[in-house]
């Protein structure tokens, strides 16, 4: 029944509660409210990123520092070329996304199959792609020191350059004992023991009178600050734990909460992109067997589609402020 709105002039219909308000099905009015909300989501995370960042812009981890990593080229660097491979992937699978729709509006099966089977293929990519850097973010490649104080000290030479802790650390053959379950009270197990002790970096550095401390702070120009040869002995009498790689706890990188940022929110975007590969997987199968056919409508694929649009929306704003602001 619709309702009617009389005025002196004219008798206006109002909507009766049809099932497609907006000419939108039920299924698709459903799709953009979970994007919104969605969306809402994820920028309360970007927010909170930006505002610690902000907060501790001095000790930030530069990203071009971080994310140098290509596969098959081991020591080569190649900051962000890597990440924007990603990037570009996923946008193309985007691409695909659309092609698929469109197949789909013109009841091309063939072509849906095709453009379908290419965005899981980009979206495979891109899950593998981001395991890989999370693997190289966790393991790291040069590895500093915490002081006592919680400050951070990497290892340079005279040019600048960063020096891996491998590159000089003494081998004092010292006796260390990982803690686990069997061995600790209440049964609790210690954290991973560092490849060397603190003790083997100090004596390395001091028969290595070319390396030099850099702090974690930020100068004017954007450069992490290189301190003398006797402010640096000085800073590393502080020593306190060696630090590889980056976890919830330490980040040899910098400060800790760009490594927690960095676990959850890329971690959240790529439970997304997973569950939308494996969305995208059953529909992909569906429209092999003729599911869509038989109903004379792909809105499924149109469906599906919105929602792997809106992934790799998120996944540019996630790439601009963790990579290039």
Do not use: C
């Not at 953009?32 to 969306?39: E, V």
């Not at 924007?84 to 072509?111: C, E, P, R, W, Y």
């Amino acid at each position: 029944m619709e309702a009617t709105v009389t005025t002196a002039n004219s008798e206006e219909k109002t909507w009766g509660g049809g099932n497609e308000p907006m000419r939108a099905s039920y299924g698709k009015l459903m799709m953009w409210f979970f994007i919104l909300s969605d969306a809402l989501t994820f920028s309360g995370f970007l927010a909170a990123y930006g505002f610690s960042r902000f907060k501790f812009i001095e000790t930030w981890p530069l990203a071009d520092e971080v994310f140098t990593h290509f596969p098959f080229m081991h020591g080569v660097p190649a900051p962000m070329y890597y990440v924007a491979l990603m990037t570009f992937i996923l946008i193309f699978s985007s691409v695909t996304m659309v092609l698929a729709v469109d197949a789909g509006h013109q009841m091309k099966k063939n072509k849906v199959i095709l453009y379908m089977f290419l965005t899981i293929i980009g979206g495979l990519i891109f899950v593998g792609s981001q395991a890989w850097e999370w693997k190289n973010f966790i393991k790291g490649e040069y590895g500093a020191i915490e002081t006592k104080g919680g400050s951070l000290l990497q290892f340079v030479d005279k040019d600048g350059n960063r020096v891996a802790l491998a590159d000089f650390a003494a081998d004092l053959h010292e006796e260390r004992e990982q803690l686990t379950p069997n061995k600790a009270k209440w049964f609790m197990s210690g954290p991973t023991l560092p490849s060397y002790s603190v003790a083997e970096v100090q004596a390395g550095f001091k028969a290595h009178p070319e390396l030099l401390i850099r702090t974690e702070v930020l100068t004017a120009t954007k450069q992490k600050t290189i301190l003398s040869r006797e402010e640096s002995l000085s800073r590393l009498g502080q020593a306190h734990y060696v630090v590889e790689g980056a976890n919830l706890v330490r980040n040899e990188y910098g400060s800790k909460l760009f490594a927690n940022f960095f676990f959850f929110i890329t971690g959240f975007h790529g439970f997304h992109v997973l569950s939308g590969i494996i969305i995208n997987i059953i529909i992909f199968f569906n429209v092999l067997i003729g599911t869509y056919e038989k109903r004379g409508s792909y809105e499924m694929v149109e469906k599906v589609g919105l929602y792997w649009h809106f992934v790799d929306l998120v996944w540019v704003f996630v790439f601009t402020v963790f990579y290039l602001v």
